[in-house]
């Protein structure tokens, strides 16, 4: 719509000063000589544009003039309202921050958006925490944003995956929430002192992500950093994130299913399971369903199986056939008293004693 063209242009030019028509187009979808027209319509409305043609020209405001209006859509007012996720908010110590936020912004707006606005929080509310996370400790959260907020450096242990630690100088480029997981994204530089005096240089050109929650100590140094104008965060961690899926290794199962697991595929593997089973072959005689999942591992398929329990059995690969029937059979050993056991054990065992203890895996 024009009127939504219009409120644009006037937003543009007050946030970003004078810009081309030809920038004003890229940015709005439309051609030059539309904003030409639009700039004309926003000048017969009395809103006191200048549009010059030709090198060195462009589009801008009077010096001095700003608007307040807020020109939000009720599709705005939706999406304002859904982009706010209260548990990051919380921990970064800005939940009354943006509370406060809400209720400016409802005062502001016309009556008929205050009514979307209240029906958006009391219908919709959006929960960021899935239901097996454990919460994770994070102590320096704080400091972290401030290091981020004045673009200064950050000395810190931080421990490992392995669980060794490492000291660390970083140059903090931002903070990501994935989920309930912070992570702390920069640049790692080495510091040494060169003829007495503070010599910092990179130790590598590559970003890096850190786990918050693996911040062992933190020390927020007096030194600041340039940041890159061009680094755009939002942008990077997705691509690190594709670069990060891609890089998992995948080890794929096939396994028959009895019918009383279906329903719970959802809560295990997620609802990306449904789509599988819909497109795998139909049950068996017995109603038994072949489905091919995907895992890390053949340590961490082992595991999954055995929690299946007796409802489940590995038709490949033939190595975690094996590798279950090791693990089950020490599984029966252990609840049987017995130190040691392998797959002649699992065969001599009573069939019922077997069964029961597999299944309570």
């Not at 904003?35 to 010096?63: K, N, Q, S, T």
């Not at 706010?84 to 502001?108: C, F, I, N, Q, W």
């Not at 950093?225 to 594709?242: N, V």
């Amino acid at each position: 719509m024009r009127a939504d063209r219009l409120l644009a242009i006037l937003m543009l030019l007050q946030s970003k000063g004078r810009m081309t028509a030809r920038a004003l187009a890229e940015e709005l979808e439309v051609s030059e000589r539309t904003v030409y027209r639009d700039m004309e319509a926003l000048g017969m409305a009395g809103v006191p544009v200048m549009a010059e043609r030709g090198p060195g020209g462009g589009c801008a405001l009077l010096d001095g003039y700003r608007t307040n209006l807020t020109g939000l859509t009720e599709g705005e007012v939706r999406a304002l309202l859904m982009s706010r996720v209260t548990g990051p908010l919380a921990e970064l110590g800005m939940h009354d921050a943006g509370e406060a936020a809400l209720r400016k912004l409802s005062a502001a707006l016309p009556a008929p958006h205050r009514h979307t606005l209240e029906q958006m929080r009391a219908r919709i509310h959006v929960d960021p925490a899935g239901w097996a996370h454990l919460d994770e400790p994070v102590p320096y959260l704080a400091l972290a944003q401030e290091a981020v907020w004045q673009d200064r450096r950050l000395r810190c242990l931080y421990r490992r995956e392995d669980g060794s630690r490492v000291r660390r100088c970083l140059e903090p480029y931002g903070l990501v929430a994935k989920g309930h997981i912070w992570y702390l994204v920069g640049v790692v530089v080495d510091q040494a002192r060169v003829y007495g005096v503070a010599h910092v240089r990179r130790a590598r050109h590559q970003i890096y992500t850190f786990r918050v929650s693996r911040l062992v100590e933190m020390e927020l140094l007096e030194e600041t950093f340039t940041r890159p104008d061009d680094f755009d965060l939002r942008g990077w961690w997705a691509e690190w994130c594709q670069a990060f899926q891609a890089s998992l290794p995948r080890y794929d199962v096939t396994l028959r299913l009895a019918p009383d697991l279906v329903p719970i595929l959802s809560r295990l593997f997620g609802e990306g399971a449904h789509a599988l089973l819909a497109a795998s072959a139909p049950p068996d005689a017995e109603g038994r369903l072949m489905i091919t999942l995907p895992f890390d591992s053949a340590d961490a398929a082992c595991r999954q199986v055995l929690a299946l329990g007796a409802g489940a059995e590995v038709l490949a690969p033939a190595e975690l056939r094996d590798l279950v029937l090791d693990s089950a059979a020490r599984v029966v050993a252990s609840y049987l008293g017995r130190e040691q056991a392998g797959p002649a054990d699992y065969e001599s065992a009573p069939q019922a004693a077997v069964q029961r203890e597999v299944q309570h895996v």
